[in-house]
């Protein structure tokens, strides 16, 4: 109410009403005048409010009964198991969960402690949907920004991608690059190339100084080695760095030349799928801060070589979009199940038989659990690092 008294709890004021109400029901007439001046006087009601809070029956609410399905995935019984793997896949989304969390509960038993044998069995039942409704309330969400620098000597000569690329062979590559410079570019820092595959969605990091043309083919050449299969294409955005002729005479003196194309000035939609990395794979492991010592880059390297790299691509699952359908007017989007990068390149036809066998040999010997802790312990180094050189 506006005249309501703000000095007054609101049990209070309850209490005081239903006193004033079950003496009023029998009170006289007079006596109801003076009920009425206590309950303005008291409440800070108006008159006529007074008197219809006064004649207001009491409903009396029988027990509650909870209608609907029985909750099936108790949050107190499972958040508290399911945040340390969550947070140890990076805050994957439901629907990336329910394929990796049949191989990072074991490794989360084998590293850290066993899961309560209900919890163990929610989980691994337990849908995208129903994950993400356990771990709505924990979730946040971050921005960024990027830097191109438009390169013009060779856009001519390099095509705009579409109907030479074969997006279900692997050997597709998407690369942009990522300025690492805490929101000035001002002066030298370290820039990272991200690399992502279009048919595997396989990742390859490398951080290198500054943007230099000789640098860049540097980073691509060590990327090019740390992939399980054959470089068949290299798509980027019309930025410098990518179109000169360093790249362009890389890929094309070889015995099986490697096309090379680029998205359309502005629209980074060409480039989705490492646009996307950018964030995931980059940001939220290296943020936004500046980092501006060159001795950064070798440890930056080793880390996303090793423990990062090997994170990413053996147990980070992740979604590719199938197909489209038009409904009407709209467009849904449908996509596949969630799988490693892993596990697509073992589906993949162009991926050597001795090639797979090296990846699961290797996988074999990890556990993502201590991969995460090495991640954190070179982090920390790293950070140490780059606060030392300000």
Not at 57 to 78: F, N, Q
Not at 241 to 265: A, C, D, G, I, Y
Not at 323 to 350: F, M, N
Request: net charge positive; charged share 25%.
């Amino acid at each position: 109410m506006a005249g309501m008294d703000k000095d007054m709890s609101k049990s209070t004021r309850i209490e005081v009403l239903e006193k004033l109400r079950r003496r009023y029901g029998n009170a006289g007439a007079a006596h109801k005048r003076k009920l009425l001046d206590q309950a303005v006087h008291l409440l800070g009601y108006h008159r006529k409010a007074a008197i219809r809070a006064l004649r207001r029956r009491v409903v009396e609410r029988g027990p509650v009964i909870l209608t609907g399905r029985p909750v099936k995935y108790e949050p107190s019984l499972l958040v508290p198991w399911l945040r340390p793997i969550w947070q140890a896949t990076d805050y994957a989304c439901g629907r990336r969960l329910v394929a990796m969390l049949p191989e990072w509960i074991p490794a989360y038993e084998q590293h850290e402690r066993r899961l309560p044998g209900e919890v163990r069995d929610k989980l691994l039942l337990a849908s995208g949907r129903t994950l993400d409704r356990l771990l709505e309330p924990l979730r946040a969400q971050g921005g960024g920004r990027s830097l191109t620098r438009p390169g013009t000597v060779l856009r001519q000569q390099i095509p705009i991608r579409g109907s030479v690329w074969e997006q279900d062979k692997a050997g597709w590559l998407e690369v942009d690059t990522v300025a690492l410079c805490g929101g000035s570019v001002a002066g030298e820092f370290v820039w990272m190339v991200d690399g992502v595959d279009y048919a595997t969605t396989w990742v390859e990091l490398r951080a290198m100084w500054g943007r230099g043309q000789a640098g860049t083919l540097a980073a691509l050449q060590d990327m090019e080695a740390g992939l399980p299969f054959s470089l068949l294409g290299l798509d980027s955005d019309n930025g410098g760095e990518f179109l000169n002729h360093h790249v362009l005479k890389w890929l094309q003196k070889r015995p099986q030349p490697v096309f090379m194309t680029r998205s359309r000035p502005y629209k980074k939609d060409d480039n989705a799928h490492v646009e996307q990395k950018n964030w995931t794979h980059v940001r939220q492991c290296f943020g936004y801060e500046r980092y501006d010592n060159p001795e950064l880059v070798e440890p930056m390297n080793a880390l996303v070589k090793g423990a990062y790299g090997q994170l990413l691509n053996y147990f980070h699952a992740s979604l590719k979009l199938d197909h489209k359908e038009r409904k009407g007017g709209k467009v849904q989007r449908i996509y596949g199940t969630a799988r490693t990068p892993l596990a697509r390149v073992l589906a993949s036809a162009q991926v050597s038989q001795a090639a797979k066998d090296r990846l699961v040999r290797h996988k074999a010997s990890l556990n993502p659990f201590a991969l995460k802790q090495a991640v954190t312990r070179s982090l920390k180094t790293i950070s140490a690092l780059r606060r030392g050189s300000n």
